[in-house]
Nanobody, 125 residues
Framework: VQLQASGGGLVQAGDSLRLSCSFS????????LGWFRQVPGAKREFVSS?????????YYAPSVEGRFAIARDNDKNMVYLQMNILKPDDTAVYFC??????????????????WGQGTLVTVSS
């Protein structure tokens, strides 16, 4: 399994940005997908995740709830993170992640076994 995140960049506060993550390997349709972020010197933190199946559910960290939206495209093996009303505190390296096949765990409790390389988002004030 490989994941590759893209779409980061330098934006101003209040702007929007969409991150994309391509997935290659087995079982995309039966994996939870997620986004995390990390700033230097801090732990990687959960941003958002989405389960699979007809009742797929999205989860968000309180800090991004209402501003970010996660989506998955099972036909293209892609996961996206639409980020709106960006704030300087959103500045971080963003990582996409994939969980284990058949484990449809919610939110940050999911076990994410595979990680992309990260894409830098910088929000200026």
């Amino acid at each position: 399994v490989q994941l590759q995140a893209s779409g980061g960049g330098l934006v101003q506060a209040g702007d929007s940005l969409r991150l994309s993550c391509s997935f290659s390997g087995r079982g995309f349709r039966k994996r939870v997908l997620g986004w995390f972020r990390q700033v230097p010197g801090a732990k990687r933190e959960f941003v958002s995740s989405i389960t699979y199946g007809s009742s797929r559910t999205s989860y968000y960290a309180p800090s991004v709830e209402g501003r970010f939206a996660i989506a998955r495209d099972n036909d293209k093996n892609m996961v996206y993170l639409q980020m709106n009303i960006l704030k300087p505190d959103d500045t971080a390296v963003y990582f996409c992640a994939a969980g284990r096949i058949g484990r449809n765990d919610p939110g940050p409790s999911a076990d994410f076994d595979y990680w992309g390389q990260g894409t830098l988002v910088t929000v200026s004030s």
